[in-house]
């Protein structure tokens, strides 16, 4: 047990909302002072009030945090539902409306509710002094609604030290004898988005196998026992919406009846996917014999029938209904036509939709909340006739690589049902799967969330977590994300995600855990271990493989110091969250970077994930990882040796060269090249009302930059560019004259303007902008989109002439606000091949 004696000051890991604000602290300490309420201490703890008129999730997170000061203290605090039995100090939950005692106490002025009262989720914490007679003080949690109060319940079980992942990942629970609070007032206001939540998905490989055999052996299945796991893990990372898990094998969520109720007991807002319209599961749900065909054009009477029996069923809900329609399992539209009859029939569908939740649900169907999510096919039916009704949110879909594929423009930010986002960091699908780690950047959810945030998707966000495990650091970074955006602001990713490894690892070890895992995304953003054998075995020239190898087999090496580091209570959850995913990514790579180690990296990946499986926490998590979802690595053939790709140097500039030869330079040519990093422009000139801001998390070489804010108006006309776009100019010495092509390494994001190329403008010197188009992806079928994605980069070249050697300034201005540039090179006809990770920097002089 760690020692008591040392004040602590608890913070939460959260990012704090703009609504925020904090006045109260926890600490743990020998004894107690008078101007603090002692919460637990000696062999006590102090009662906590709930009225039995709350609501019943209210109730139920009371008894989460009777378990919570238990798992802190080693003792249960009582549950009182009245003051029969007066207290000197107790801790008082309710809601607003709901308590007796809480509208008391805001009556008699000793509760301020101010930025609470009326709020969507909203909270706060207060010390009151002699709250009711009997009583000398108490802590109060008071909510808005039943599922701000929960959030308050949660905020105290997290500030005394229980992390939302003490069960998900093992985090530990630190005990302490004594805890007390101090201080004024804690106030959450309402969350930035309004709907946050996870979609379970592709299930089939994780958490399926490992709640039917492991957790829920009598169910079989991810039944109410694992949901109950699920919903309080939501409530505690203070979410609030789900998509259940839905692939074949796995039962519906509403086969088990008490689901729906143990959704509502939770205060969780249940929905369905993008292909499950209104609440159905469509693969284990749809009875052909009993419904006929599922074809809304042959089949209309028996289609609506079976919708409508689920209304019936979930009415009385908390509930989101998904509109429109898609094929059983992730399939287009059945009936036929064309894109325009289908878009048609789409509206039709909605329509009738409507319908029967105006007559079953609220005649006012406008305050039914309903979302319409125009996933693959159906975003260009949705282009084609977008007059979808405006209370309906509108929730846009990214390329299920991260990017998201269209922003609401002007008057799709007008409608009353706003706009939503759903996002993905795993992913079953073309051109290839990534089911194994989790490997999407914090920077890239901060950046592509937050851009669709700024342009009106602020009503739901839903991610795609596959199997939860293990994506758990990122899932909740993005639920996090959802309650301030703006927290984010492109060079604090990683203190953001700092805050998650300081209070499950420590404040000591934070620092260095929060550095590995930086490392290990910059290293999967050129590629993600499950892309590397596609489509080719040698991706990486030789000299690249070794660099890369290198840096690989480095951030093992941090990885072990670390866990030798951690004291033994920690080992569980670093192996979760840190351990595995390292250690079994770096295989992965080695694997193919070094073939002559393929075998033993192979069996080592294996070795790992049986610990994981088997011995990790005892055997929980028996059956949870798989590390070959689907089967699309070929374990069985081993990388043939990779070749020197036409003598490509890796680290040929990597002895800077004296600034005293080049004057006015920062960048010089070497060997025919010169390469740049966006971050290090030698000038950020601002424009009208934007600059060109870094990113720190994102690029191949961890920074990147890009336009903030992100909603100013797209600039193309060559007059407005130089006169109102932001530009970064770089000085470069050349010593060769005659033409020079520049390359340009940008991220593969959508355009703010939908269905049109993402763009910039570059010049070289005194010489007109060319405007250059990142390439457009059309579909998921489209060569160089599943290129781009699965290099996250989108290259672009232009053509420039260089009259005389010497000092020149080359300049790249916005056209689009939503463009993220990496890196650039500048090399004439007889430069040797770029490579895959280009070569270092040619910097003139150390910077």
Not at 199 to 223: C, H, M, Q, V, Y
Not at 640 to 656: L, P, R
Not at 668 to 693: I, L, Q, T, Y
Request: charged share 25%.
């Amino acid at each position: 047990m760690r020692s008591n004696r040392v004040v602590v000051f608890l913070i939460l890991c959260g990012f704090v909302s703009a609504g925020q604000a904090w006045g109260l602290d926890i600490q743990y300490t020998d004894k107690s002072a008078a101007d603090r309420m002692v919460l637990a201490g000696g062999m006590t703890v102090v009662p906590l009030m709930v009225e039995t008129n709350d609501d019943r999730a209210v109730l139920r997170a009371v008894e989460d945090l009777v378990e919570d000061f238990s798992r802190v203290t080693g003792r249960k605090p009582m549950v009182r539902n009245d003051f029969s039995s007066a207290e000197k100090e107790c801790v008082i939950v309710g809601t607003i409306g709901r308590s007796k005692v809480i509208d008391q106490l805001v009556a008699a002025k000793k509760l301020d509710v101010t930025g609470v009262t009326g709020q969507w989720e909203s909270y706060v914490l207060q010390v009151v002094e002699n709250p009711v007679p009997g009583v000398g003080r108490a802590l109060v949690i008071a909510g808005s609604d039943r599922r701000g109060t929960i959030y308050g319940v949660y905020e105290l079980s997290e500030r005394i030290g229980v992390s939302p992942w003490y069960w998900w990942a093992d985090v530990p629970v630190v005990k302490h004898e004594l805890i007390s609070v101090g201080g004024d007032r804690l106030v959450q206001g309402a969350p930035a988005v309004k709907y946050r939540g996870i979609f379970l998905n592709d299930e089939d490989w994780g958490l399926r196998p490992w709640a039917a055999k492991t957790f829920d052996p009598a169910t079989g299945n991810i039944g109410p026992k694992t949901y109950a796991k699920i919903f309080e893990l939501l409530l505690r990372l203070r979410a609030n919406y789900i998509w259940p898990a839905m692939h074949p094998g796995t039962r519906a969520f509403n086969f088990y009846p008490e689901d729906k109720e143990l959704a509502d007991r939770y205060g969780i807002v249940m929905g369905s996917s993008h292909c499950e319209q209104m609440l159905r599961n469509n693969v284990d749900e749809w009875d052909e014999t009993k419904f006929g065909e599922y074809n809304y054009v042959s089949n209309r009477d028996g289609v609506l029938k079976y919708w409508e029996q689920r209304v019936h069923e979930n009415g009385k809900f908390d509930s989101i209904y998904t509109v429109g329609m898609r094929g059983i399992h992730d399939g287009a539209m059945p009936g036929g036509g064309t894109e325009r009859e289908k878009a048609t029939r789409l509206h039709a569908i909605i329509a009738d939709q409507r319908d029967m939740l105006a007559r079953i649900v609220n005649t006012n169907v406008a305050q039914v909340p309903q979302i319409f999510c125009p996933y693959k096919e159906v975003l260009s039916l949705y282009r084609l006739a977008p007059e979808i009704p405006e209370d309906i949110t509108l929730v846009w879909p990214d390329d299920n690589y991260g990017y998201v594929r269209q922003f609401s423009n002007a008057h799709e930010r007008q409608r009353s049902g706003g706009a939503g986002v759903y996002y993905h960091i795993s992913y079953w699908g073309a051109p290839r799967d990534y089911l194994w780690l989790c490997s999407t950047p914090p920077a890239l959810i901060s950046e592509e969330m937050g851009k669709a945030f700024d342009y009106g998707a602020d009503k739901v966000w839903l991610l795609n977590v596959g199997d939860l495990k293990p994506g758990e650091m990122d899932t909740e970074f993005f639920l996090k994300l959802g309650w301030n955006p703006h927290v984010w602001n492109g060079t604090n990713t990683y203190d953001l995600f700092g805050k998650q490894m300081a209070r499950d690892f420590g404040a000591a070890m934070g620092p260095e855990l929060t550095g590995i895992m930086a490392e290990y995304y910059r290293l999967c953003i050129p590629r993600k271990p499950e892309h590397l054998g596609y489509p080719t075995n040698n991706l990486f020239p030789a000299g690249e493989g070794a660099q890369r190898a290198a840096a690989w087999k480095q951030l093992v090496t941090r990885v072990a110091a670390a866990g030798k580091s951690l004291p033994a209570e920690s080992q569980d959850a670093f192996f979760e969250l840190v351990a595995y995913p390292v250690k079994a990514a770096a295989l992965a790579n080695e694997r193919y970077l070094v073939p002559a180690l393929a075998q033993m990296d192979i069996a080592e990946i294996h070795r790992l994930t049986t610990v994981y499986n088997d011995e990790n926490v005892g055997g929980k998590w028996r059956d949870m990882m798989s590390d070959n979802p689907r089967n699309q690595i070929d374990y069985k053939t081993v990388p043939k040796s990779m070749e020197d790709a036409e003598g490509i140097k890796a680290g040929t500039s990597k002895t800077s060269v004296a600034a005293t030869n080049f004057p006015g330079a920062d960048f010089v040519e070497v060997e025919n090249r010169c390469v740049m990093e966006a971050e290090h422009a030698s000038a950020f000139v601002p424009g009208k009302d934007a600059h060109w801001g870094k990113i720190t998390g994102l690029g191949y070489n961890g920074e990147a930059v890009s336009i903030f804010p992100t909603t100013i108006p797209v600039r193309a006309m060559p007059e407005a560019i130089l006169a109102e776009s932001p530009c970064l100019q770089f000085k470069l010495w050349l010593n060769h004259t005659g033409d020079w092509k520049v390359t340009l390494r940008s991220l593969p994001t959508a355009s703010v303007e939908a269905r049109k190329a993402q763009r910039y403008a570059i010049a070289l010197d005194d010489a007109p902008p060319q405007i250059v188009s990142l390439p457009a992806s059309t579909n998921e079928k489209d060569r160089q989109w599943q290129e781009n994605v699965l290099r996250n980069a989108a290259l672009t070249t232009s053509q420039h002439n260089v009259g005389a050697s010497g000092l020149h300034t080359l300049k790249i201005w916005m056209v689009d606000p939503g463009i993220v540039i990496d890196a650039m090179v500048a090399e004439n006809a007889d430069a040797a091949p770029l490579g895959y990770l280009w070569p270092d920097e040619t910097k003139a002089g150390k910077r």
